[in-house]
Nanobody, 130 residues
Framework: QVRLVESGGGSVESGGSLRLSCAAS????????MGWFRQAPGKERELVAG???????HYIDSVKGRFTLTRNNYKNIMYLQMNSLKPEDTARYYC????????????????????????RGQGTQVTVSS
């Protein structure tokens, strides 16, 4: 059974930092994409960062240079280090994973595919005040 449990959210002032953690179990990292998406009140879900089965990472433009995604396969934990946080980063952040076959990363790592075929945790709230 796949299980994803997030932690590390909280409230910080603009410019502050947080590190989110996702403890994962029940699937094979070498055949999966993992990462984070977020959803702010009244807004659509938005991919934030992802890591492919070969450990290459991907970020949306708005977080590049500020967020860093890493994964410790031995401890089954994924981290999202978030620096220079902005009020627009305020959202509930969800850890997600999808099993991956061949083909393009983007085929698997998108909101629609994740919600339909993947797994996600309960989320952790990040609030950034100005």
């Amino acid at each position: 059974q796949v299980r994803l449990v997030e932690s590390g959210g909280g409230s910080v002032e603009s410019g502050g930092s947080l590190r989110l953690s996702c403890a994962a179990s029940g699937f094979h990292y070498d055949t999966s994409c993992m990462g984070w998406f977020r959803q702010a009140p009244g807004k659509e879900r938005e991919l934030v960062a992802g890591i492919d089965k070969d450990d290459t990472t991907h970020y949306i433009d708005s977080v590049k240079g500020r967020f860093t995604l890493t994964r410790n396969n031995y401890k089954n934990i994924m981290y999202l280090q978030m620096n220079s946080l902005k009020p627009e980063d305020t959202a509930r952040y969800y850890c997600a994973a999808v099993s991956r076959g061949g083909g393009a990363y983007e085929y698997y790592w998108n909101i629609e595919y994740i919600l339909k075929f993947g797994y996600r945790g309960q989320g952790t709230q990040v609030t950034v005040s100005s």
